[in-house]
């Protein structure tokens, strides 16, 4: 069984940084894509960036420049970085995994989701 554990959120100001956690178990993970995913109060869930097996990265526009998703294939982690943290970036963060092409179905779907394994979810909330 797929467990995702999202960890790493909390209180910070505006431009501040965070870095999550996304610790994954019961998978091969070098063969796993994972995504990072937020969802507002009152808003649909978003995508924010993923990470194939091999390295290659995708994000949101929104966080482009700003967010950096990388990968510890020995810690079985993935971590997103988040920097110059702004309030509209304030959700609860889920990570997702899926095998094989997930990242190239990821991208064609424009990061809408459609993961079959998710986190529990981490809160971030950015103070104005």
């Known amino acids: 069984e797929v467990q995702l554990q999202a960890s790493g959120g909390g209180l910070v100001q505006a431009g501040g940084s965070l870095r999550l956690s996304c610790r994954a178990s019961?998978?091969?993970?070098?063969?796993?894509?994972i995504a990072w995913y937020r969802q507002a109060p009152g808003r649909e869930r978003e995508g924010v960036a993923a990470?194939?097996?091999?390295?290659?990265?995708h994000y949101t526009d929104a966080v482009k420049g700003r967010f950096t998703i990388s990968r510890d294939n020995a810690r079985n982690t993935v971590y997103l970085q988040m920097s110059s943290l702004i309030p509209e970036d304030t959700a609860v963060y889920y990570c997702?995994?899926?095998?094989?092409?997930?990242?190239?179905?990821?991208?064609?779907?424009?990061?809408?989701?459609?993961?079959?394994?998710w986190g529990q979810g981490t809160l971030v909330t950015v103070s104005s």
């Open positions: 997702a995994a899926g095998p094989d092409g997930a990242f190239t179905t990821a991208l064609a779907r424009g990061l809408k989701p459609f993961f079959d394994n």
């Open positions: 990470i194939s097996g091999d390295g290659s990265t």
């Open positions: 019961g998978l091969v993970f070098d063969d796993y894509a």
